[in-house]
């Protein structure tokens, strides 16, 4: 409780300082570790609103994500995480968040089922970011079955550059 008062302080005194943001976020990270999750997920939701990009507004989403599920809203917490394993592939935290997935899953809150046209995306960010190995998990992961031609060929080409930039030459043909 000195902590978080200390840091409110901080950044109601000196809201200009290079350090007001990493107090901010201390802040919700102190709500949450003390068990506070609707606080913490209310100061999350401001900080993310505040500081939309960065590691640490990642970080802040994915423990807003935990702090929807530990106060009983599984499907917010669900829409939150697949939106991370979606949006940010090559992060850390998407294999947080795909674990957080299947947890749900095996709770019976089942998030919507992932589009091929997403996962064509998060496939192409990942061989964009020479995620070689998963891009190509990502894309055979894909059922082309009731997709449009246009759909598979574009499929069968991010398939065929990724196996080529994986040195993956006869697979690539």
Avoid: M
């Avoid at 609707?38 to 989403?61: T, V």
């Avoid at 968040?97 to 996962?119: C, I, M, S, V």
């Avoid at 449009?148 to 991010?158: G, V």
């Amino acid at each position: 409780p000195e902590s978080l008062a200390a840091l409110r302080g901080f950044v109601k005194n000196y809201p200009e300082s290079l350090l007001s943001r990493p107090a901010e976020k201390l802040q919700a990270d102190l709500l949450y570790d003390s068990s506070n999750f609707q606080a913490a997920r209310e100061a999350y939701q401001a900080f993310i609103e505040k500081y939309p990009s960065g590691a640490d507004s990642l970080a802040a989403l994915h423990r807003l994500a935990l702090s929807r599920e530990r106060t009983g809203d599984a499907a917010g917490a669900a829409a939150l995480l697949r939106n991370i394993w979606l949006k940010y592939p090559a992060s850390t935290i998407a294999a947080s968040a795909e674990e957080g997935l299947q947890r749900h899953a095996g709770n019976g809150t089942k998030a919507p089922p992932f589009t091929a046209e997403e996962l064509l995306r998060r496939g192409t960010v990942l061989s964009d970011l020479r995620k070689y190995e998963k891009a190509i998990k990502t894309f055979n992961a894909i059922s082309v079955e009731k997709q449009p031609d246009e759909f598979i060929w574009r499929l069968q080409l991010k398939t065929g550059q990724t196996l080529f930039k994986s040195r993956h030459f006869k697979e690539a043909e």
